[in-house]
């Protein structure tokens, strides 16, 4: 037995726990994956900007992948003008990642952040990354999968 203690490095982030829900909604896998079929208006040009955006490792959409648990658009009554017209709904993502160590994290993170708050409409965006329920890969869509075998792998 060592008798050394173990390393712990305080910058490093925490662990995310496969039983906790981190949602404040607390998604089912039998919700998922989310893809805004039915979405309209602001929220369906929000979904279309997310199709937009392709997993940073291979030619995929985050959406066709799985990634995305949700969209949720309000819009706050202060940000209405007299007429009761909306000036701009704040937009928060949901979504997850294939694993919590993914590399690309904070670069795809900052590119749904600028791709949705670029949407027409939108007055904030915000992103909130879950870990549960945890992705896998029956959250890719047929279309993903289509996508992933064209890319060389096997599903």
Known sequence: MSS??????????????????YSETG?????????????????RRVWNALYDIEDPEMPIS?????????VECETPEESRDEDGNAAGTNVAVIMTLTYTGCPARKMLTE?????????????DADLELVW????????VTEQGKDDLREFGLSI
Not at 27 to 43: I, K, Q, V, W
Not at 62 to 70: E, P, Q, T
Not at 132 to 139: A, F, H, K, L, V
Request: proline content about 9%; some cysteine.
């Open 4 to 21: 050394d203690p173990q390393e712990f490095d305080i910058d490093s982030e925490p662990t995310a726990c496969t039983y906790t829900d």
């Open 27 to 43: 998604r089912s896998p039998e919700d998922l994956p989310a893809t805004g079929e039915g979405a309209t208006g602001l929220e």
């Open 62 to 70: 985050i959406v066709d992948l799985g990634l995305i648990y949700g």
């Open 111 to 123: 590119e749904i952040v600028d791709e949705v708050a670029a949407v027409e409409g939108v007055a």
């Open 132 to 139: 549960n329920p945890p992705w896998s890969i029956e959250m």
